[in-house]
């Protein structure tokens, strides 16, 4: 994989999870709510995932921005 799809794919997680969080603060029904706490935890795995398996795969001047 390119780095420069997996730096793709870390910002494009970072700016759903910040949508996620936005929208977690306005919602206000259980189910919605709910749905999306589990679409964070998902992301937030998939964040880890990519950051453990791929986080080498970076040059190292890049690869301390995305290390969680």
Avoid at 28 to 45: I, N
Wanted: proline fraction near 1%; hydrophobic fraction near 25%; charge should be positive.
């Amino acid at each position: 994989m390119s780095h420069t799809y997996l730096i793709d794919l870390y910002n494009l997680t970072d700016q759903r999870l910040e949508e996620i969080t936005c929208e977690l603060k306005s919602s206000g029904s259980g189910t919605a709510q709910d749905y999306l706490k589990g679409r964070f935890e998902c992301l937030v795995e998939f964040k880890q995932f990519l950051t453990t398996h791929y986080n080498n795969k970076l040059p190292r001047r890049i690869r301390e921005k995305y290390s969680t």
